[in-house]
Each structure stands twice: as structure tokens, then as C-alpha cells.
């Protein structure tokens, strides 16, 4: 698995909308401009995308697992109608006040991703549109990016607090940290001919 590429997403903020209403999941869910079309140029690069995200409404019993099902099915044919793929979703299903070790900021989604593909975290790209999914990403070794989206949008122009990861990297957006992603990997592939 040396050359096995993994790129960890969060979710809402991220691919798509903060505040979705979920009750109506598979049509109260909708990407974010280009986001799409960014997990495609990821996956197009060789690099394998797996979401981690906290779904603290199903914990809370304000939606079914059901709900979630369907919103995950409507996203996964958005992704097939642009050629993209998510190949694993890890989600923390508990309430914020539950205090289990899978919500971020804790780190136990990244540890499951790790576990389930049988790879080291250390400088995985993770990104994420709040704090809490950097703080998490960190924990494991992986690289933290944010995006200036969602949760990440009141940071556009300010520098971060010193709440994010020393090493954060900033993006616009998800297909801004696609296209820095999939350029900085071509690199070393240039340079070596």
C-alpha cells in the first residue's frame, strides 16, 4: 500500500451546505459550487477520498438513519454524474454532550480510517471547514487544510487563531485544494524525468 494516495473530507462546510434541513435529507442536502467536480479531479489524480463527519442531528434523534441513507445516496449520484467517487463515509452518529471519543475535535474517525485501510495518518491531507475537524486531523498526523467555506468563511483575509493547527493550509474552497493538491503531486513526477 505504498503508493495508496488518501485525501480525508469533512462534510457539511466542506462539499456542502452548513444546515441542510435533514429532515428531508436527500433533497435538503446540495454541494457546494464545484465541490463535485473537485472530489473528480482528486479521485482523477489517483487519490482516494473518504469523508469523516460528525452527524450530531442523529444523535440528538432529530433525524433517522434512514434520512441519512438517502442524503448519502443523492450525493453519491451527484458524484457518479461528474465521474467522482467517495469510496468510505465515517461518521460519529453521537450528540455533542454524549462524550465519545469519534466527535471532533477527538480523534477517533481519523483512527477507524486508519484502521480500516491499514495506513499511517502521517501527512494525509485532511480538510475540513471548522476547528474541530482540523484539531482532529492533527491528532492523527495528518496535514491539515482549511477551506473558507461554511465555518471557514468568517476567516477570509484574518489570519487563523491560534485554536488551528500551527501547520494549516488555506483554500478558498474545495476545488482550490483540489487543484493545490493534485499540482503539488505532480511535482516530484516532473522534476524526477
Known sequence: MMNFKLVILDRDGTIGEVGADQAD????????PGAMEAIARLNHGGWHVVIAANYGDLGRGAVEMAAINAQQGSMN??????????????????????????RKPQPG??????ERFGIELSGTPAVGDAVE???????????????????GAPYRGRALPSTFPAQTRVHADLAAFAEYLVERDAVPTATAN
Open 133 to 151: 475537524d482540523l484539531v482532529a486531523a492533527a491528532a492523527t498526523g495528518c496535514e491539515p487544510h482549511l477551506v473558507l467555506t461554511g465555518q
Open 109 to 114: 474517525l481519523f483512527e477507524q480510517i486508519r
Open 77 to 102: 449520484k451527484l458524484l457518479a454524474a461528474v465521474g467522482a467517487r467517495v469510496d468510505a463515509v465515517f461518521f460519529c452518529p453521537h450528540a455533542p454532550d454524549e462524550g465519545c471519543r469519534c
Open 25 to 32: 435529507a436527500e433533497h435538503g442536502w446540495q454541494p457546494l
